[in-house]
Nanobody, 121 residues
Framework: QVRLVESGGGLVQPGGSLRLSCAAS????????MAWYRQAPGKERELVAG???????NYADSVKGRFTISRDNAKNTLYLQMNSLKPEDTSVYSC???????????????WGQGTLVTVSS
């Protein structure tokens, strides 16, 4: 079974920075598109940023210019560099990836458990 494990969340003051990581573990799998989502209490889950295997990215308007998504395919790891953080960025951030097990002919979406980011003074 393939697992996604996020790390790097925590408490930061407004204007500060954090870098989130999402590591995929398992065996005999390939990773396609990866993305970061977030969900604050009482709100719907929203797409923060996505990145395809070739490196092309897209961002939610609310984080453009502040967040950067990247990936290290050799390490099967996804990153989200978050700068100029605002209180409204407070949320649980979850990693999502399209993963194909060698025993399957199609990609399936896999989710991490999430990591909490709190932006407060």
């Amino acid at each position: 079974q393939v697992r996604l494990v996020e790390s790097g969340g925590g408490l930061v003051q407004p204007g500060g920075s954090l870098r989130l990581s999402c590591a995929a573990s398992g065996s005999r799998f390939s990773i396609g598109t990866m993305a970061w989502y977030r969900q604050a209490p009482g709100k719907e889950r929203e797409l923060v940023a996505g990145i395809i295997s070739g490196g092309s990215t897209n961002y939610a308007d609310s984080v453009k210019g502040r967040f950067t998504i990247s990936r290290d395919n050799a390490k099967n790891t996804l990153y989200l560099q978050m700068n100029s953080l605002k209180p409204e960025d407070t949320s649980v951030y979850s990693c999502n990836a399209a993963i194909r097990d060698w025993g399957s002919s199609r990609y399936l979406e896999v989710w991490g458990q999430g990591t909490l980011v709190t932006v407060s003074s």
